[in-house]
C-alpha cells in the first residue's frame, strides 16, 4: 500500500482498503509508542497546523504526532497570519508549500483545503471542515475495531444533527467499511440527497447500509454504537442554539437510550460535549432554557458504556498513521 504524496481530505477519496491500511498503521504505532519503540524517521521535516476554528485534541494530536515523529511544526490560529485577509489561499499555499512537508487545515468549506491541496504541492490533512472530518473518522473505527474486534456488520446511530461534518463523515466511513449507519433525527437533519445516493453505492459494495430514522426507539434498538455530536457546531450563528434545543432534545443520548440499544451497547462523542453545565456556552444554555445537559446526560457520558476518551487518544495515533503514510520518510534516517 503506497498513500506518499497523497492528500487527506475526505474518505470518499479512499479506498475501503486504504482506509483499513491507515487503521492498521496506528494500531502499530499506537502499541509501538506503548511499548516505548520511537517512529522517528521523519527528523527534519516541517509541517504548517492552520487553524481558522478552535481546537483541543486535533491541534494538540498533530503537535505530538509530529513530535513524535521528529518533526517540527508552526501553529497559526485565527489571527496573526496573512490568509485570506491580505493573501488569497492560493497564494498562501504555493508559500507553505515551499517551506513545510505537509499542510493541515482545520476552518470552513470544504473548498479551502481542497484549494490547499491543489495549489500547495506538498500532503494537505483535513481537520475538519462544516462538511467533513475524516482524521476523526480513523480514530472512531480503530476506537470499534478495539472494543468490538471487528467493524463489519457494526452497527452506529447517529443522533441528532447528522447533517453537518460528523453525520456526513461518519456516514461514508461506515458505509465504506461494511457497517449500518442510521442517523437518527428530524429530517431536516439528515446529510443531503447527493451525500446520501454516493454512500448507498458505498453500502451496496461493502453490505453496509443507510437508515434515515426520526424513531429513537425503532433507530436505536440493538444498536452497538451510539453517537452524538454538539446540536449547534462552531462558525454556525448562536441564533441556531433555540431551534436546535427546540427540535434535538428528544434525540439526546439518555440512559434509557442506551437501555434500548442493548446491554453491549457503546456511547462515542468525538467531543467536546455539552454533559453538563462547566462550560461557558453550557451554561449560558443552561440559564436560558432550563436545561442542566443538551446531546447526551452525564449519566451515559459518565458511564463505563462511554468510549470519549479512548476516542480522543486515537486521534493522535490516527493522525500519526496519517501523516506517516503521507510524507516520505526523510533521506539518510535509519
Ligand atoms: N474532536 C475534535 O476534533 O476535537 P477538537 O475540536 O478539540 O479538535
Ligand atoms: N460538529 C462539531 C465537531 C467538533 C469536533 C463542530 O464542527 O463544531
Known amino acids: 500500500m503506497n498513500l506518499k504524496g497523497r492528500n487527506f481530505l475526505t474518505l470518499k477519496d479512499f479506498t475501503p482498503e486504504e482506509i483499513l491500511y491507515l487503521i492498521d498503521l496506528a494500531a502499530e504505532v499506537k502499541e509501538k509508542k506503548k511499548k516505548g519503540i520511537p517512529v522517528d524517521h521523519y527528523r527534519g521535516k516541517n509541517v504548517v497546523l492552520l487553524f481558522e476554528k478552535d481546537s483541543t485534541r486535533t491541534r494538540c494530536a498533530f503537535e505530538v504526532a509530529a513530535h513524535d515523529m521528529g518533526m517540527g511544526t508552526t501553529y497559526i490560529g485565527a489571527t496573526g497570519s496573512q490568509m485570506g485577509k491580505k493573501e488569497s489561499i492560493e497564494d498562501t499555499a504555493r508559500v507553505l508549500g515551499r517551506m513545510y512537508d505537509g499542510i493541515e487545515y482545520r476552518g470552513y468549506g470544504q473548498e479551502i483545503v481542497e484549494a490547499l491541496a491543489k495549489y500547495s504541492g506538498i500532503p494537505v490533512w483535513n481537520g475538519l471542515t462544516n462538511d467533513y472530518h475524516p482524521t476523526q473518522m480513523l480514530a472512531d473505527m480503530l476506537t470499534i475495531r478495539e472494543h468490538f474486534g471487528r467493524l463489519k456488520g457494526i452497527r452506529l446511530v447517529y443522533m441528532g444533527d447528522a447533517g453537518y461534518n460528523m453525520g456526513n463523515s461518519l456516514m461514508v466511513a461506515c458505509t465504506k467499511l461494511g457497517m449500518h449507519f442510521v442517523a437518527c433525527g428530524p429530517d431536516e437533519y439528515y446529510p443531503n440527497e447527493?451525500?446520501?445516493?454516493?454512500?448507498?453505492?458505498?453500502?451496496?459494495?461493502?453490505?453496509?447500509?443507510?437508515?434515515?430514522?426520526?424513531?429513537?426507539?425503532?433507530?436505536?434498538?440493538?444498536?452497538?454504537?451510539?453517537y452524538?455530536?454538539?446540536?449547534?457546531?462552531?462558525?454556525?450563528?448562536?441564533?441556531?442554539?433555540?431551534?436546535?434545543?427546540?427540535d434535538l432534545t428528544a434525540y439526546k443520548v439518555t440512559g434509557e437510550v442506551m437501555e434500548n440499544a442493548g446491554e453491549n451497547a457503546i456511547f462515542m462523542h468525538c467531543l467536546p460535549a455539552f454533559h453538563d453545565?462547566?462550560?461557558t456556552i453550557g451554561k449560558e444554555m443552561g440559564e436560558r432554557f432550563g436545561i442542566t445537559e443538551m446531546e447526551v446526560t452525564d449519566e451515559v457520558f459518565e458511564s463505563a458504556r462511554s468510549k470519549v476518551f479512548d476516542e480522543a487518544e486515537n486521534r493522535m495515533h490516527t493522525i500519526k498513521a496519517v501523516m506517516m503514510a503521507t510524507l516520505e520518510e526523510s533521506k539518510g534516517s535509519d
Open 194 to 226: 447527493e451525500l446520501v445516493a454516493l454512500c448507498k453505492e458505498y453500502a451496496a459494495e461493502s453490505g453496509g447500509s443507510i437508515t434515515l430514522t426520526d424513531d429513537v426507539q425503532a433507530g436505536t434498538k440493538n444498536a452497538d454504537v451510539v
Open 228 to 246: 452524538t455530536d454538539v446540536w449547534v457546531s462552531m462558525g454556525e450563528p448562536d441564533e441556531k442554539w433555540a431551534k436546535r434545543i427546540h
Open 277 to 279: 453545565l462547566k462550560t
